[in-house]
């Protein structure tokens, strides 16, 4: 394994990434000239103000470029086994420091899994994505609690049925919505998926199970609109990040008589199809909510969104994954690490043990030392290796490599 090193500077900070290749590489890493003072730096000092304006790719190579005195340029042309965040734990600029952090695993994991093939690079892919997807913001799917909720479909242009993944956000049942939860989409994107971006109600507006009944919701509009949009109703998963991950199994494993279907019934007669997704991938979700409403796991969040009522805790198990746990349930992936402070890890190997026992076909990824996400750009590319891996076994036409689908 071989060792170069990239910077990445916001406002006067530095970020250091370390950058591993299979074979020597052909990065470069020159001193930068600071525009404030026309001096000559070197890269490591962190007070040099320069910002970063855009990431570019050309053919084979990933090439950050950097604009404002076009001093420091560096190429990537080798298989990369990982990304790793180094420096920088400034709170001003977090926002903008994690969209770096999924385009440069996004970047990776393009690159690493075209290598040795006719490769499509980054920006090919971003300059044609526009004529890849057609965007249909606030489908609205529900009216709850005085409100209208709302989802978006990313869908690709073609006629064929395409492979559609359910985005659930997180923010323990309180707080989040849909337009934070872009970065988390772009890895279905590039692969050629139809991605649908769901909100929900939040505690603050309807108490539990209130996100569970939109989520069954949502995933019944996605099948009564799965030929207007060419979704594969063979090939939904489902998938989110902490209440998401939660909500995802919660959306993919019910079923109607566990009577929480009951603001969106199916309609059989009329042509409604049984919902049934195809896979299910939990990132660090809760899975036995009643546990985290007393006790050591006890959380604030959790409690919250049962606030004061009558029978919280009855509604606690009707609301944990663990209750539903039974053979015929779809493959389910799951990543989580094992310092995990906000949701216990032993909530997965829970989960995990018992899919095990109704033999469901189930993966545990565990982070060693991960708390709650943030996991660096290094693991998310390796969490997302495994997770299209584990796809790839268990549904039919999942791609290994990035696919472009052409308009129709």
């Given at each position: 394994?071989?060792?170069?090193?990239?910077?990445?500077?916001?406002?006067?900070?530095?970020?250091?990434?370390?950058?591993?290749?299979?074979?020597?590489?052909?990065?470069?890493?020159?001193?930068?000239?600071?525009?404030?003072?026309?001096?000559?730096?070197?890269?490591?000092?962190?007070?040099?103000?320069?910002?970063?304006?855009?990431?570019?790719?050309?053919?084979?190579?990933?090439?950050?470029?950097?604009?404002?005195?076009?001093a420091?340029?560096?190429?990537?042309?080798?298989?990369?086994?990982?990304?790793?965040?180094?420096?920088?734990?400034?709170?001003?600029?977090?926002?903008?420091?994690?969209?770096?952090?999924?385009?440069?695993a996004?970047?990776?994991?393009?690159?690493?899994?075209?290598?040795?093939?006719?490769?499509?690079?980054?920006?090919?892919?971003?300059?044609?994505?526009?004529?890849?997807?057609l965007?249909?913001?606030?489908?609205?799917?529900?009216?709850?609690?005085?409100?209208?909720?709302?989802?978006?479909?990313?869908?690709?242009?073609?006629?064929?049925?395409?492979?559609?993944?359910?985005?659930?956000h997180?923010?323990?049942?309180?707080?989040?919505?849909?337009?934070?939860?872009?970065?988390?989409?772009?890895?279905?994107?590039?692969?050629?998926?139809?991605?649908?971006?769901?909100?929900?109600?939040?505690?603050?507006?309807?108490?539990?199970?209130?996100?569970?009944?939109?989520?069954?919701?949502?995933?019944?509009?996605?099948?009564?609109?799965?030929?207007?949009?060419?979704?594969?109703?063979?090939?939904?998963?489902?998938?989110?990040?902490?209440?998401?991950?939660?909500?995802?199994?919660?959306?993919?494993?019910?079923?109607?008589?566990?009577?929480?279907?009951?603001?969106?019934?199916?309609?059989?007669?009329?042509?409604?199809?049984?919902i049934?997704?195809?896979?299910?991938?939990?990132?660090?979700?809760?899975?036995?909510?009643?546990?985290?409403?007393?006790?050591?796991?006890?959380?604030?969040?959790?409690?919250?969104w049962?606030?004061?009522?009558?029978?919280?805790?009855?509604?606690?198990?009707?609301?944990?994954?663990?209750?539903?746990?039974?053979?015929?349930?779809?493959?389910?992936?799951?990543?989580?690490?094992?310092?995990?402070?906000?949701?216990?890890?032993?909530?997965?190997?829970?989960?995990?043990?018992?899919?095990?026992?109704?033999?469901?076909?189930?993966?545990?990824?565990?982070?060693?030392?991960?708390?709650?996400?943030?996991?660096?750009?290094?693991?998310d590319?390796?969490?997302?290796a495994?997770?299209?891996?584990?796809?790839?076994?268990?549904?039919?036409?999942?791609?290994?490599?990035?696919?472009?689908?052409?308009?129709?």
């Amino acid at each position: 394994m071989f060792e170069t090193r990239y910077f990445a500077h916001f406002s006067g900070r530095v970020e250091v990434y370390r950058v591993l290749t299979s074979q020597p590489s052909s990065f470069r890493a020159q001193p930068m000239l600071n525009s404030r003072t026309e001096q000559l730096v070197r890269p490591e000092m962190s007070d040099l103000g320069i910002r970063l304006i855009s990431l570019l790719s050309t053919e084979t190579r990933i090439h950050p470029e950097w604009k404002e005195n076009d001093a420091m340029k560096c190429a990537l042309t080798q298989p990369v086994a990982g990304i790793r965040r180094e420096m920088a734990e400034s709170t001003k600029g977090r926002a903008r420091r994690r969209i770096l952090h999924f385009l440069l695993a996004a970047m990776v994991a393009l690159e690493a899994t075209n290598y040795g093939r006719a490769q499509q690079t980054l920006d090919d892919w971003a300059a044609s994505v526009s004529d890849s997807y057609l965007v249909y913001p606030d489908q609205v799917y529900g009216y709850f609690s005085g409100a209208q909720v709302k989802l978006d479909v990313w869908q690709v242009q073609t006629k064929e049925p395409v492979p559609t993944v359910v985005y659930f956000h997180g923010g323990g049942w309180f707080f989040g919505d849909r337009t934070g939860a872009l970065p988390y989409l772009i890895p279905w994107l590039t692969r050629g998926w139809n991605v649908i971006n769901v909100d929900y109600r939040m505690s603050g507006t309807a108490l539990a199970p209130a996100a569970v009944e939109d989520v069954r919701c949502a995933l019944r509009w996605v099948y009564r609109n799965a030929d207007h949009f060419h979704f594969d109703t063979d090939r939904i998963i489902v998938t989110g990040h902490s209440a998401g991950g939660h909500l995802a199994l919660m959306a993919g494993i019910l079923q109607d008589s566990d009577g929480l279907d009951n603001n969106c019934p199916a309609d059989y007669s009329a042509g409604d199809k049984p919902i049934k997704v195809a896979a299910i991938v939990d990132w660090y979700g809760p899975t036995d909510v009643l546990d985290l409403l007393s006790g050591a796991d006890r959380q604030t969040y959790a409690i919250a969104w049962f606030g004061s009522l009558p029978a919280k805790e009855s509604e606690a198990i009707r609301v944990s994954p663990l209750t539903y746990v039974r053979a015929g349930l779809p493959p389910i992936f799951i990543v989580h690490g094992d310092q995990d402070p906000t949701v216990p890890y032993s909530q997965s190997l829970r989960l995990h043990e018992k899919l095990d026992e109704a033999h469901v076909a189930n993966v545990l990824y565990t982070i060693k030392g991960g708390r709650h996400g943030a996991f660096g750009p290094e693991r998310d590319v390796q969490a997302y290796a495994a997770m299209w891996e584990f796809l790839r076994q268990h549904l039919q036409g999942v791609t290994p490599r990035l696919q472009q689908s052409k308009p129709q």
